[in-house]
């Protein structure tokens, strides 16, 4: 089973990046994390983050068309990245979108997402363990 997980913009400076709305542990901390319950299950793992749409773009086109399931965080991506929604809803893997913070406690322009309509679920304002959450759903779902 091969699950993908999608960092997107900026979320390279989590731990520094106001840590009283995302948390203190850092995207390193994250994916070993994640990579720590992935090997529990036999489960492979390829983590990702970028700062660039297109780059998250290309990462989903080499990588996407064989997962069974893709965990992604678009950062501020999700509010308006039409290009990477597109990427994502010609895929046939479950895909979880992942919020560390509850996104609809927050401004407004966070409130509407572009992803969640091509995602199969949601998960926001959980932290860090809301990966975890994502990733535990997933290795469950077979076929
Ligand atoms: C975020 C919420 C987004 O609104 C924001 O732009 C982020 C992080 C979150 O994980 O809570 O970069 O996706």
Not at 15 to 26: A, W
Not at 84 to 104: F, G, Q, T
């Amino acid at each position: 089973m091969k699950i993908l997980v999608i960092h997107g913009p900026n979320l390279n400076m989590l731990g520094r990046r106001e840590p009283e709305v995302y948390g203190s542990v850092t995207l390193d901390e994250i994916n070993a994390a994640l990579q720590e319950r992935a090997a529990v299950s036999g489960v492979t793992l390829l983590t990702m983050q970028s700062n660039h749409e297109g780059a998250l773009i290309d990462f989903l086109q080499a990588e996407g068309w064989d997962a069974d399931g893709i965990i992604i965080n678009p950062g501020a991506l999700t509010h308006y990245g039409l290009a990477l929604r597109d990427a994502l809803a010609m895929l046939k893997a479950p895909i979880i979108e992942v919020h560390l913070s509850n996104v609809y406690r927050r401004e407004p322009f966070r409130h509407t997402s572009v992803v969640a309509p091509v995602a199969t679920g949601q998960i926001a304002g959980l932290g860090w363990r809301g990966y975890l959450f994502a990733l535990e759903w997933l290795s469950g779902v077979r076929g």
